[in-house]
Structure formats: structure tokens, C-alpha cells
């Protein structure tokens, strides 16, 4: 084996214990629980690892194929500082203990940091989006790329909502999950009176007859606005578009009945962007 660089070390048992956070990285189900619960997540990439360092994030470890050792001395060096162990492991190995190819070269597990309270997140916020019970990752990371985007300011999510931290919200995101001030809205949708005390206006996106147009919503859209997104399946519960100010459609044509949920999303943080 070649030397390493100080804080290093070879891996080659892909079933060592002090590497339990690589393991079954493939396995949704599994990782959904055992992230939150370990007070963990997982960057992959070179860049989303520097995107989630700069917004004050902490690494547990680094695991690294053995071709990135040279390449990113910083990293490593930030590790040390951080007190996080550095593993190295040849592709193979690490394949084995994560699922799947290492093609990005380096992977980390992160602390997940503490989720603010609403009230801190929403404090100077105009525009906030609320993620009702969206059950897939891509579209979660999708939504919060089209926020960070489109001037809204914050994001929160509902109890039963896929985790922004995930592994692909994060990589389908862009990194924005560590940019775009988000948490959860818990309970749900009792949030909602919640969110009208604090002077936001709550639109629930969806599809019924009463529903006024978003063009209407946009000519003159409320100083504070709060725009709630449904799941996937069936959309908003009746509970929440029950409680909501209004209820918000995008006209549909072609005789297409909905749009997927972060299409709409980024429809109507455009429409409704703060324009001064
Ligand atoms: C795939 S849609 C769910 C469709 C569901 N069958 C319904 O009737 O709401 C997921 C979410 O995207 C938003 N959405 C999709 N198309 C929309 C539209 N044309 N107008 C308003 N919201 C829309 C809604 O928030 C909806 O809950």
C-alpha cells in the first residue's frame, strides 16, 4: 500500500464497523431512517462536499478512491482540522461498502445540523414555499434549485415530507438544500394557521373549480405569500386547502390534467417573484 497523508487511512474490510455510515448507501428504505436517527447525511461530489463546508456544515469522514488523495489536499486538511477521519479505499472496496461506484471519487458523511425554529426561518422572508408530503427525492431537490432561483426566500416541510438532505434531494438540488434556509412544519396542516399569524398569506396550489388563476395572483400578489405544494399522488389534503386564504391554479391546456409538482413550483415562483 503507498504512504498515505497524515489523517488517512487505508480501508480494506468494506464490513469494518467504524465505516457504518457507507454502508447500503443504495438501500432507500434503510438509509431514510438510519440518517436522521444517526444525526447523519451524505455529500457525494467533490462540490456539493464544498457547498455543504460553506454554509457551516461538519464532516463525520471522508472516503476517498486513492486517485483524489493528491487532488484534494484541502479537503483533507479540513477533515484533520475537523477531527474526521479521512478513509481511503481502492474502487472496488469502496464499492462494495457503498453499493454502488465511487465515480465522483470522494464521498462524506456530514453531521446534520440542528433545523431551526419556523419563526427564524420565515423572519425576513416574502416568499415561502411549504412541501406537503412530497415523496420523492428529485422532486424535492428539484423545487428547492427552482426557489433558490426564483426569489423565495424560505422553504419548509411538512412532518411526512422525503427528506431535503438526502442524497439525491441534495445532488438534484444542486447543493441549493444548503442554501435556501429551510425546516419542518410540524404539525401539519395546523402549520397553516401558523403561517397567516405571521402574516403570511397561504395559497394552496391545486386543481378545484373555485380555484383562481395564478395570472390573477400575479398582478398583485400579497407582501407576504406562502405557496403550499401537494404530493405527487393525490395532491393537497382537503384539510389544507380548506385552510388556506386561496387556492391557486396554473391553467392547463392540451388536455393535460397537472403539471409534476416541481414544474408548478417553478411556474409560480416565477409568476409570484417579488419584482422590487
Ligand atoms: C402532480 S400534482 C398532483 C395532482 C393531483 N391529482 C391533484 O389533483 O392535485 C402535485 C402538486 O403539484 C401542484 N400542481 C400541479 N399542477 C398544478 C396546476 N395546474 N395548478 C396548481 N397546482 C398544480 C399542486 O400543488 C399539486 O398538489
Redesign the pocket.
Known amino acids: 500500500m503507498p504512504a498515505l497523508p497524515t489523517g488517512c487511512t487505508w480501508v480494506q474490510d468494506a464490513q469494518a464497523e467504524e465505516l457504518r455510515d457507507y454502508f447500503s448507501l443504495t438501500d432507500v428504505a434503510l438509509r431514510r431512517v438510519v440518517e436522521p436517527e444517526r444525526g447523519l447525511y451524505m455529500a457525494e461530489s467533490e462540490k456539493v462536499i464544498r457547498r455543504a463546508l460553506a454554509a457551516g456544515h461538519r464532516l463525520r469522514s471522508l472516503l476517498m478512491t486513492p486517485r483524489w488523495v493528491e487532488e484534494w489536499p484541502d479537503l483533507i486538511a479540513t477533515a484533520r482540522a475537523q477531527g474526521a477521519p479521512v478513509y481511503v479505499a481502492a474502487p472496488a472496496v469502496a464499492e462494495e461498502l457503498t453499493g454502488f461506484h465511487l465515480h465522483r471519487g470522494v464521498l462524506a458523511a456530514m453531521h446534520r445540523p440542528e433545523l431551526p425554529s419556523i419563526e427564524e426561518v420565515v423572519a425576513t422572508a416574502r416568499r415561502v414555499a411549504v412541501l406537503e408530503d412530497i415523496v420523492d427525492h428529485t422532486n424535492v431537490g428539484a423545487v428547492f434549485r427552482s426557489a433558490a432561483a426564483l426569489g423565495v426566500d424560505a422553504v419548509l416541510v411538512t412532518p411526512r415530507c422525503a427528506d431535503p438532505l438526502y442524497r439525491r434531494s441534495v445532488r438534484v438540488s444542486m447543493g441549493t438544500v444548503f442554501q435556501v434556509p429551510w425546516t419542518r412544519i410540524d404539525p401539519w396542516p395546523d402549520g397553516v394557521g401558523m403561517l397567516q399569524e405571521l402574516g403570511f398569506t397561504v395559497a394552496a396550489?391545486?386543481?378545484s373549480d373555485d380555484?383562481v388563476s395564478?395570472d390573477d395572483l400575479e398582478v398583485a400578489p400579497p407582501e407576504r405569500l406562502a405557496l403550499?405544494?401537494?404530493?405527487?399522488?393525490?395532491?393537497?389534503s382537503s384539510r389544507t386547502v380548506e385552510a388556506a386564504d386561496l387556492v391557486?391554479?396554473?391553467?392547463?391546456g392540451g388536455q393535460v390534467?397537472?403539471?409534476?409538482?416541481a414544474a408548478?413550483s417553478a411556474v409560480?415562483f416565477w409568476a409570484v417573484r417579488p419584482r422590487a
Open positions: 396550489l391545486a386543481l380555484a395564478l403550499v405544494l401537494g404530493t405527487e399522488g393525490d395532491g393537497l391557486v391554479k396554473i391553467p392547463m390534467d397537472s403539471l409534476n409538482v408548478a409560480a
